[in-house]
């Protein structure tokens, strides 16, 4: 029996086109499943595409540091 493995889904939410065209490609070649996002999204909308990871380009401040922020979208699970 083989273990099945499932696809991995990311959402990007950058307005850098060099980093974004670079990033799908690894994506891509990764096999996973991806979502360019032109604007902020409303949190039901993020939980509904069930994520396994949100890449978002931080505010713009004055210094020159470059981070990815990773999101995890179990944060927004909630009780009913």
């Known amino acids: ?5 499932a696809t991995l889904r990311v959402a990007v939410l950058d ?23 032109s604007g902020p999204v409303p949190v039901e909308e993020l939980a509904a595409m069930k994520l396994n990871a949100l890449v978002v380009e931080p505010s713009p401040e004055p210094s020159d540091s470059h981070e990815v ?11 009913r």
């Open 69 to 79: 922020t990773l999101y995890d979208p179990n944060i927004l699970h909630r009780s």
């Open 15 to 37: 307005d850098d086109s060099g980093f974004v065209h670079v990033l799908i490609k690894r994506l891509e070649g990764a096999g996973c499943q991806y979502r360019v996002l």
């Open 1 to 5: 029996m083989s273990a099945k493995t």
